[in-house]
């Protein structure tokens, strides 16, 4: 396939990098303040289950504030969790504790498949950029990685204006690669956002389901980025 591409993007959080404290470890250690000890796999489940059902929910968000939609993700694993505890204030605990970790840039690691499919892609001579749905974290955490080498364009969302899925922020990062869109390749972990957006302007799309949220998913579906490198 890479003999028909000028260029593939990628999205960053839950694509390329991820937290070094795991979403389940954020998840027990607020409900351990309120009483309650839950099985990671138990918190997985759930987590994932949410993932998928609030997909297209998460696609619809307008503007930059993700804080209602997080709320009401926590409120509805909470629920599907069955636990007999005072949802308002779990909520407020769990959006207190994520609010607090995520901008913080140190948290931030890639993942061990990244780097190395960014250096095959590189040197096959393949262009390589960003797309994604962030604030200007997003540029220190590449440049602290020592990944912003690997990329051009990078577009942010927070610095146009435009979020995935609109059609808008992939158009413009389709110019400014000076790529037409059958000959780029989008690949991103949100089937909603990443996927149905890229498709809409006619790119060439791969979903990167690292959990396992997407088993039904109508398109390319690799679990990790050494699956990419034998794809392309």
Known sequence: MTEELDIVFFDLGGTLIDMSVSREC????ALSRHGV???????TRALR???????????DIQGVDETPFWKGYYARVIRSLGLDIDLED????LSASFDRITPDEEIWIDYPDSK??????????IDIGIISNATGLARRVLCRLDMEKYFDPII??????????????FEIALTEAGAAPSRALYIGDK????????NRVGMNTVLID???VFPDASCVRISDLSALRTYL
């Open 26 to 29: 954020v998840w027990a250690e």
């Open 37 to 43: 000890d839950t099985e990671t796999k138990t918190l």
């Open 49 to 59: 289950k949410a993932d998928r059902d609030l997909d297209e929910a998460f696609a």
């Open 90 to 93: 779990v909520v407020a605990d």
């Open 116 to 125: 190395p499919t960014l250096d095959s892609l590189a040197g096959r001579d």
């Open 156 to 169: 942010i969302s927070s610095e146009i204006g435009s979020r995935k899925p609109e059609r808008e922020i």
């Open 191 to 198: 089937f909603a956002v990443d996927v149905k957006g890229a």
């Open 210 to 212: 690292r959990g396992n």
